[in-house]
């Protein structure tokens, strides 16, 4: 997967990159991110945490479709939300993860030929 990224958008990407860095250390938290660039495709992820909580950011673009979630985690338990889309068709589900249970929500969709559709 290549592309050539015009030097405005890496400009662009560098800044904003730079605001949510600055905004986490404003807060105290210790940052890490990471990114692997291949001809596949890119990941990228974040985990910014102090000692209350943790909020951890990934996503996967490749040539296929994307795949990207968060989460925040504290001792009271865990908030996430995913989602992924491909030419098959898109999914997302959240949740909140308590020692009282959980409530998750999931919606998918998938595309469908007209040719595979039933008959009205």
Known sequence: MQKEVPIEDIKTAVSNLSEELSARLAENKSVAIGLFLSE?????GEIAADE???QVVGAVITGEGIFAGEAVITDEGVAYRVAGASAEGAATEAGV???EGAVIVDTVATSVSPEDQPES
């Not at 596949?40 to 990228?44: Q, T």
């Open 52 to 54: 209350e909580s943790a």
């Open 40 to 44: 596949e495709g890119l990941a990228v």
């Open 97 to 99: 993860i308590t020692d």
